[in-house]
Each structure stands twice: as structure tokens, then as C-alpha cells.
């Protein structure tokens, strides 16, 4: 689909309106499922922002599927996009970060013809330090004819008719795509409305960032950490050495590196050698979205919107940024490429 372009400052509404009228068969479903999202992500906004008071900071005394304690916030926004999306008859079904199975809509409400994906707070535990988190969510058409199973949950990115995130920092902010384009929207407190701020987002084809936790260098494959000195190398005419910049939350470092250019690594290493990050709830979501936005996501070997999800809770490693970054990390991951190293002698793998 062609790119188009709407008023800087154009409300959300108005916008998804817009794009709908560019579908004849639109239904009016869809929009407003984004609708149902984007308010569920006001309220968090909320009681982010003021958080202390509203007693959203702390662990609930439990643990999710992977293990890791749940916070009270994730529990509160992970039981709030439920509610506020499993009614409305939109959707026949939800899978989240937060649970452990699928959760198909039951038999009181009408059933529609979208699953919802999602991570309620991306980054949460950062939440008592005031660092940026977020909601990641996507959304697919459901295949099954009659209700909802599990493999109307587990395909390939490519599948996807929606991914977005909200990130909520000095300001919220909207990112989403329905692959014509991906287009930011900053909430405006005093109308509570998101409004058009950043429309046909465009990643430089070259970064001047990486983020990766290097504190888990050692771990890491030789090929790897040899990229990740080939990026500290001196050498102007490439744009290096690259300035590390890692904050700790996916949606924080991917939101900076979407807009001023980077890459985001968290490879595979020997204490998760399938990686950590989630497929369907992380990866796959911010995978739309930078390749709409001209970028790509690899796990090493291949685009991560090629991958087959075999598992709700399935990890994979992550590589996800500017174009020409991820092609030459996947070169240094498939061996056709080695680093001269820190002190300027080459090394191979």
C-alpha cells in the first residue's frame, strides 16, 4: 500500500478514520479495537504517572509462566486490556506475556474476528527508578472458523495486520503500523486525545548506537562479541566507533534507536541459548514496525517476521535496528566477517 500523509497534530481518531475510508470493506472492527487499546493505555499512562500514590509499585508476591516475579503494575494493565477489549465484540480470543495459556472470549460475549497479542508493561521492574516502560501489543486475523484455538496464535510475523507500542516516559507516545507506514502519536494530557506527531517514521538506513546488556559479553558466541568490538573500532569513514547506549527497557532502546538510528542486540548466550526475548510478544511486534519504518529484525539468520511461533511463550534472540547494521551483524553471526579487534588486530572466529 502507498504511503499517505494527514496534518501534524491530527488526532488519533481522525486518523484511523482516515486509513479505514482507504479499505471499502473496512467493517469498523478493527478501528475500533485500536480504540479499545489506546484507552486501556491512558488509564495505565495514569497511574504510571503517579504511581507511588496509586500503589502499582511492588511485586504481587507471585510469579508469571517465565518464572520472573510479577509486579502489581503488570497484573493491573495486564487485566485491564482484558477488560476493556473481551466484551466489545472484536475479538475471539488474547494471549499475554502474563499468562499461561490462551484466553478465548467467553461464551457471554459475542465473539469477533481479531486475536489480540500482547506484553502489558514492557520493563516494569524499572518502574521504581522512573526509566521508561511500555505496552507492546499486536494484532492478527482469527483462521478458525468456528471459536478460537491455539494456533490462531502461533504464526509467522508476516501474518500480522497490526503491531504497535506505547511508551510511556516524559511524554506517552503511540507507534504503530498496519504496514502502510509506521506513524507516532503523543498523548495530550490536557484533551486527552493522541495526536499526530510523528507521521511516516523513517530509521536511518545507518545507526550511530547499539544497546546490548555487556554485561553478559562473556556469555555470548565469539561471532558476537567480535561484532561488538568491530562496533567500538575507530573508523570514520564507517561511522565508528558506534556510542553504547542501554537503558533496560525493550521499548525504551528500540523507540531511541527507531528515531535517531541504532541497533538493539540481545543475542542468544550460555545461560539462554534460545535467547530471552519473547517471539510473539516482543519480537515479532517491533519487527512490523521497523521494517516499516525501513529497518530490519534478525535473529542472526534470519528476519524475525519469518519466523514460525511453535510455542505462546517461545524466546528467540533478537537483533533489530537500522537495515545496514543488521546485515552486517548477520554476517559476523553467519562467519563471513571478523573485527580487527580493540587493539587492531584482526581476529577471526
Known amino acids: ?45 495514569r497511574d504510571i504517572n503517579k504511581a507511588g500514590l496509586a500503589e502499582v509499585i511492588d511485586i504481587t508476591g507471585r510469579t508469571n509462566v517465565h518464572g520472573e516475579e510479577v509486579q502489581k503494575l503488570d497484573e493491573f494493565a495486564n487485566t485491564l486490556i482484558i477488560r476493556t477489549t473481551d466484551h466489545t465484540g472484536r475479538l475471539s480470543g488474547l494471549a499475554s506475556e502474563e499468562m499461561d495459556d490462551i484466553y478465548p472470549i467467553p461464551d457471554k460475549h459475542p465473539c469477533g474476528n481479531y486475536i489480540l497479542v500482547f506484553d502489558p508493561v514492557d520493563g516494569s521492574s524499572n518502574i521504581d527508578v522512573n526509566v ?26 508476516r501474518e500480522q495486520v497490526c503491531a504497535g507500542y506505547i511508551i510511556y516516559g516524559s511524554s506517552t507516545m503511540l507507534v504503530y503500523t498496519t504496514g502502510s507506514g509506521a506513524h507516532g502519536f503523543t498523548l495530550d494530557p490536557t484533551l486527552g486525545e493522541f495526536l499526530l506527531s ?4 523513517k530509521t536511518p538506513k545507518h ?26 573500532e575507530d573508523d570514520q569513514p ?34 539462554s541459548p534460545r535467547g530471552k526475548l519473547r517471539l510473539l510478544y516482543e519480537a515479532a511486534p517491533l519487527a512490523f514496525i521497523v521494517e516499516q519504518a ?56
Open 1 to 45: 500500500m502507498g504511503i499517505w500523509t494527514m496534518q501534524i497534530g491530527t488526532t488519533l481518531t481522525r486518523f484511523i478514520i482516515e486509513e479505514e475510508r482507504r479499505h471499502p470493506k473496512a467493517t469498523g472492527e478493527f478501528t475500533g479495537l485500536l480504540t479499545d487499546l489506546t484507552s486501556a493505555a491512558k488509564i495505565i499512562s
Open 132 to 157: 521508561s516502560i511500555g505496552t507492546i501489543f499486536s494484532i492478527y486475523r482469527k483462521k478458525s472458523a468456528a471459536g478460537v484455538n491455539l494456533n490462531d496464535f502461533l504464526r509467522p510475523g
Open 198 to 201: 510523528h507521521e511516516n517514521i
Open 207 to 232: 545507526g550511530k548506537y547499539y544497546s546490548a546488556n555487556e554485561g553478559n559479553y562473556p556469555k555470548w558466541d565469539q561471532a558476537i562479541r567480535h561484532y561488538v568490538d568491530y562496533l567500538k
Open 238 to 271: 564507517t561511522g565508528r566507533p558506534y556510542s553504547a547506549r542501554y537503558i533496560g527497557s525493550l521499548v525504551a532502546d528500540f523507540h531511541r534507536n527507531l528515531l535517531k538510528g541504532g541497533i538493539f542486540l540481545y543475542p542468544a548466550d550460555a545461560q
Open 294 to 349: 525501513g529497518g530490519a529484525a534478525s535473529d542472526g539468520s534470519q528476519p524475525i517476521m519469518d519466523l514460525q511461533a511453535t510455542g505462546l511463550h517461545q524466546r528467540t534472540p533478537l537483533f533489530i535496528g537500522c537495515s545496514e547494521d543488521i546485515a552486517i551483524l548477520e554476517e559476523f553471526a553467519q562467519g563471513q566477517r571478523a573485527s580487527k579487534g580493540v587493539s587492531g588486530i584482526r581476529t577471526s572466529r
